[in-house]
């Protein structure tokens, strides 16, 4: 018992004599105080953690639907092509003519045989007149009338009379101008077929008579001197020329004439069909004339569908 209380004893002592006495004869003689070696523990590595990245899931790429093809339209019921019947031999056929505005170019070329025309306005207008250089104002009411006597552009030159020096100018729309040449070129269209269809006519009896009269005999022929026409080896007859050139017929020239015909005899005259072109207010259009012959002279010219004169 009493050797452990002195083992006691000795350790409280030497752990004293560490604590209290030991740093003083250390700090004397210049000894470092042991100092234990701090031990760096290295943390423990965290475990990385490793994000799992998810890929987007691919889209879904579908299978195009299959395309139908739209029904292909069924073709068309075979419609015969109209074809106007062919006229029978001898038969009489009516000429097409076109609208008046391909004969009057859209309304931009009026022919002048159309003027002077009296027409009406349209509208109140407020007319510029003039006369050479001089100018003066004029009020027109709707309803009021004025002649057309000429034509710029899309514009009418207009007038309060016929034979005035006066001018003014007018929008064609204004008048009645479109209306009132219609209504003649209708009109016309109408005469015109009527006179080629009597023309037609009488080409045809004027065939029928001549085949069917009996040939006139030698002596009355040489009596009467009425010779068959001659005609030149260009076609021409120099007995119609020459009629032509002493003006007894004016609408018909030199220049327009297409068809020269052969002379036929009805009724102790002989005749000769030309064709020719002539002007008309609506253009130009064939014609036939007839030249009469008796006795070596031209008697007269006539339209062969009406059977009027020829100027």
Do not use: C
Not at 10 to 35: C, N, R, W
Not at 51 to 68: F, I, L, N, S
Request: proline share 10%; aromatic share 8%.
């Amino acid at each position: 018992m009493k050797g452990i209380l002195v083992l006691i004893l000795a350790a409280a002592v030497g752990y004293v004599a560490y604590q209290y006495v030991y740093p003083i004869i250390a700090d004397s003689m210049k000894f470092e105080k042991h100092k234990p070696q701090e031990v760096v523990v290295a943390p423990k590595p965290v475990p990385k953690k490793e994000v799992a990245v998810v890929a987007p899931p691919k889209p879904v790429v579908e299978a195009p639907a299959p395309v139908m093809d739209a029904p292909k339209p069924a073709p068309a019921p075979m419609v015969p092509k109209f074809e106007a019947p062919k006229p029978k031999e001898g038969e009489f056929v009516a000429p097409d003519f076109p609208p008046i505005e391909v004969a009057v170019k859209n309304w931009t070329v009026i022919p002048k045989s159309a003027f002077p025309r009296q027409v009406k306005m349209k509208k109140d207008l407020n007319l510029q007149m003039k006369i050479g250089s001089s100018s003066a104002s004029t009020q027109v009411k709707a309803g009021g009338a004025m002649y057309a006597v000429g034509q710029e552009g899309t514009e009418i030159l207009v007038s309060p009379t016929q034979t005035s020096p006066m001018r003014g100018k007018v929008g064609l729309d204004d008048t009645d101008l479109k209306e009132i040449l219609t209504d003649i070129y209708e009109r016309w269209k109408v005469a015109r077929t009527e006179t080629l269809r009597r023309a037609h006519e009488f080409k045809l009896a004027a065939a029928e008579r001549s085949k069917n009269a009996p040939p006139p005999t030698q002596g009355a022929m040489a009596s009467a001197s009425n010779d068959k026409p001659a005609r030149d080896a260009d076609g021409t007859y120099p007995l119609l020329v020459s009629s032509m050139k002493s003006g007894q017929v004016t609408e018909i020239k030199m220049d327009n004439i297409k068809e020269w015909g052969e002379p036929q005899m009805t009724d102790g005259v002989w005749t000769v069909i030309v064709k020719y072109e002539t002007q008309t207010m609506f253009g130009k259009f064939d014609t036939e004339a007839q030249a009469q012959i008796k006795n070596g002279k031209v008697e007269k010219w006539i339209y062969t569908g009406s059977g009027e004169e020829v100027p």
